[in-house]
T-cell receptor, first 113, second 113 residues
């Protein structure tokens, strides 16, 4: 069965620190990959997506993610975080013939001012 | 353009009762997906509807059912409620299920007593 693993459940960083959130998936075929973000009190919203082409994907608010097919990974990065990046981040994969989207369990990111 | 609208926002039920949740997608979107979000399990896919047909279904018991109307509005029904059904139920709409860029509603928080 397809699955998505987010290894970091809770991350605490200081402002200006660099961020990398891990995401690994289990599926051997073609995948579409997403990162969603949920700011406190707000809806889930799309941060960035990968369908095909350049494996380094730029998203909103300075985020980027790199698809490494050989590692089944799609890690989220940001060179310098801000207090406003405090949120929960979800990795998601859309794979297989049935097109279901599978979400990871999320990573809570807390940025210290 | 109005976003995804879910009603009601909050609901309290007792064990054994049944509940119906409603989702109005963004105008023009024909794909609607439902998710259950709990602290322990994260976001779990329930089902997806497109043009009044169920395209995909997650691993939930038959007590969970849904439907989509000709105007793309969708309802989700849970019968014989159990305490473990307490969760935030999220609806997401998408213009094109092949791309699967999803726009989420605020959710309906269901508490089962």
């Amino acid at each position: 069965a397809q699955s998505v693993s987010q290894h970091n459940h809770h991350v605490i960083l200081s402002e200006a620190a660099s961020l990398e959130l891990g995401c690994n998936y289990s599926y051997g075929g073609t995948v579409n990959l997403f990162w969603y973000v949920q700011y406190p009190g707000q809806h889930l919203q799309l941060l960035l997506k990968y369908f095909s082409g350049d494996p380094l994907v730029k998203g909103i608010k300075g985020f980027e993610a790199e698809f490494i097919k050989s590692k089944f990974s799609f890690n989220l990065r940001k060179p310098s975080v801000q207090w406003s990046d405090t949120a929960e981040y979800f990795c998601a994969v859309n794979a297989g013939r049935d097109d279901k989207i599978i979400f990871g369990k999320g990573t809570r990111l807390h940025i210290l001012p | 353009k109005a976003g995804v609208t879910q009603t009601p926002r909050y609901l309290i039920k007792t064990r054994g009762q049944q509940v119906t949740l409603s989702c109005s997608p963004i105008s023009g979107h024909r794909s609607v997906s439902w998710y259950q979000q709990t602290p322990g399990q994260g976001l779990q896919f329930l089902f997806e509807y497109f043009s009044e047909t169920q395209r995909n279904k997650g691993n939930f018991p038959g007590r969970f059912s849904g439907r989509q109307f000709s105007n793309s509005r969708s309802e989700m029904n849970v019968s014989t409620l159990e305490l473990g059904d307490s969760a935030l139920y999220l609806c997401a709409s998408s213009p094109d299920p092949a791309k699967n860029i999803q726009y989420f509603g605020a959710g309906t928080r269901l508490s089962v007593l």
